[in-house]
């Protein structure tokens, strides 16, 4: 016979498993945004700066709606804000097909501030909520376990924009000067619509998602009384942390930490491209594959080194070695340097929830308003990839690699910083999911 206890358990495992998969859900949309740069950059012929917008667009929406998302997680409970961030993000996906049609770059970015504004809802809502679905002596497990399918999403997303986004054709200036204006108009009009069908695939499964949780039976901890616990903080507390410089150089090196990476993640297609003679886009996309395949990799082995190295102290030597890439990439741009900037991704791998649980120490009540701000300090991927692109116009994408070279170096003295006031491990797996990132 089976006890009330188990019976608890299986009832309760589908919510689990939904909810576990929005991780990988929002995998796919963070980095199909690096396969929509290279995209757009050429079905609109912009700018580095122009493409870079890109990321600027969709981080700024997770900054806008950080707190209001946190805010409507509290008054309606952890569900409805799955619900709700489902349905905002499948809405943005499918706005690409009307954006695609009238082939308006500005409308593309709308509908990528649309995407973000609803993940800003699930990643607030889901990470406590899979902590809160189980015994608390587990809830690290399993919280670890869902991030672990964050960096299978953002590898599938690169996979399908270079299967079904990238055609790999990339005309010369010749070729296009030979081409007659039908067929240039032509060509510029099948790239644009080559993210519709993914796009349009996308957003029905998200709302389908939404769809299925909503008539799915979950536990009591996803009501609104569950949730009231959470939530930003007072507007007092705020202000109090003000006057915490490490918690605020923590914020700072956050900022600093998103944006390296998003600006690495952005640019290395182009990258590849402009630096490696004769490799196409869908060669250098590869390499973003494998670079996303190494911060998984990395994920796992600094969480186990972390055990015998302080976190700090790890931190430090990770962000010398990617300042060290990171300038090998600007001063042997080729080959050489792709191969360098691809491998900076292992060594960022510890670095987004290292400087989260770090950040948070000794905050004490202060913690809500504290994580509140951390997420917020993703902003740092809108702003300094904009930084990067517009460099990069103004010399070159290698010389532009100093961007995210000054970002670990900031991060190098944040961790020299705090390394004297580590005295015990921490937890990656304590902290939620990168944001911008698997």
């Known amino acids: 016979m089976t006890s009330p206890e188990s019976g608890g358990k299986a009832r309760y495992l589908w919510p689990l498993v939904l909810i576990i998969s929005l991780f990988f859900l929002w995998g796919i949309a963070n980095n199909l945004n690096d396969v929509l740069i290279a995209q757009f950059k050429k079905a609109f012929s912009l700018t580095d700066l122009q493409s870079g917008l890109v990321q600027s667009a969709f981080y700024f929406g997770y900054f806008v709606f950080a707190i209001p998302a946190a805010v409507f997680m509290k008054r309606f409970g952890y569900k409805a804000a799955v619900i ?4 905002v993000y499948g809405a943005g996906a499918l706005l690409f097909l009307p954006a695609a049609e009238v082939q308006k770059y500005e409308l593309f970015l709308g509908a990528l501030f649309v995407i973000a504004s609803g993940l800003a809802f699930l990643e607030t809502s889901a990470n406590p909520l899979i902590a809160a679905m189980g ?39 010749a070729e296009f000067a030979a081409m007659t204006p039908e067929q240039v108009n032509a060509f510029y009009e099948a790239e644009a619509q080559a993210v519709q069908m993914p796009y349009l695939v996308l957003g029905l499964i998200v709302l389908v998602w939404a769809a299925v949780i909503f008539f799915t039976k979950f536990p009591p901890v996803a009501s609104a009384q569950a949730a009231r616990g959470e939530g930003p903080g007072k507007a007092s507390d705020f202000l109090a942390l003000f006057s915490r410089p490490a918690y605020m150089f923590g914020v700072i090196a956050q900022f600093a930490y998103v944006g390296a990476q ?20 869908k060669t250098a996309a590869a390499y973003l594959t ?7 990799i990395g994920r796992f082995i600094a969480t186990a080194l972390m055990g015998i190295i302080k976190p700090a102290q790890l931190m430090a030597l990770f962000a010398i070695i990617n300042v060290g890439l990171c300038l090998v990439a600007v001063l042997l741009p080729g080959q050489t340097g792709l191969y360098a900037m691809a491998a900076t991704s ?24 504290g994580s509140s701000f951390l997420i917020m300090a993703i902003i740092g991927g809108a702003v300094l990839t904009a930084l990067m692109g517009y460099i990069s116009d103004l010399t070159s994408i290698a010389t532009a690699m100093l961007v995210p070279t000054a970002c670990f170096v900031v991060i190098l003295v944040y961790s020299l910083s705090r390394a004297g006031a580590m005295d015990s491990p921490i937890s990656s797996e304590a902290a939620p999911t990168n944001t911008s990132a698997p």
């Open 84 to 87: 709700f961030g489902l349905i």
């Open 135 to 173: 015994p608390e002596e587990t809830s690290e497990r399993r919280l670890n376990f869902a991030q672990s399918f964050n960096p299978l999403g953002a590898i599938s997303g690169v996979l399908i924009g270079r299967q079904f986004i990238l055609s790999g054709i990339e005309p010369t200036e």
């Open 262 to 281: 998003v600006c690495i993640w952005s640019y290395m297609i182009r990258y590849g491209q402009y630096t490696v003679d004769g490799m196409g886009e």
């Open 290 to 296: 494998w670079s996303l395949v190494a911060f998984m």
């Open 346 to 369: 292992f060594f960022m791998s510890l670095m987004f929830p290292t400087i989260f649980a770090m950040s948070l120490r000794n905050l004490g009540a202060l913690k809500k308003a």
